[in-house]
């Protein structure tokens, strides 16, 4: 069984950055592609980036593209969201998860491990 444990969410004032961490139980975190998404409040959840299984290779959604970066380290099995210049609309609690497979998936339902959700607030 993987659990995924997000931490670093908070309050932050538009403009300003947040970093978010995702820990991963088991020995398998560098064999799958891992992924952020976020949910806010009416409205689905959306994907927000996405890594491949070295890091090597990235996908960013278009509303954070420029301003986030994703991350692992594999000998931690750990997974980074660096967000930057953060907006209101940024606002949602926000969720790693384990791709099913090797390569970036972008939709959710491709995605068979989720972590707990941490919330990101955004203040204008």
């Known amino acids: 069984q993987v659990q995924l444990v997000e931490s670093g969410g908070g309050l932050v004032q538009a403009g300003g950055s947040l970093s978010l961490s995702c820990a991963a139980s088991g020995r398998t975190f560098s064999s799958y592609a891992m992924g952020w998404f976020r949910q806010a409040p009416g409205k689905e959840r959306e994907f927000v980036a996405g890594?491949?299984?070295?890091?090597?290779?990235?996908l960013y959604a278009d509303p954070v593209k420029g301003r986030v970066t994703i991350f692992r380290d594999n000998a931690n099995n750990t997974v980074y969201l660096q967000m930057n210049s953060l907006n209101p609309e940024d606002t949602a609690v926000y969720y790693c998860?384990?791709?099913?497979?090797?390569?970036?998936?972008?939709?959710?339902?491709?995605?068979?491990?989720w972590g707990q959700g941490t919330q990101v607030t955004v203040s204008s």
């Open positions: 890594i491949n299984v070295s890091g090597g290779m990235t």
């Open positions: 998860a384990r791709s099913s497979t090797r390569y970036i998936l972008t939709s959710q339902r491709l995605y068979d491990y």
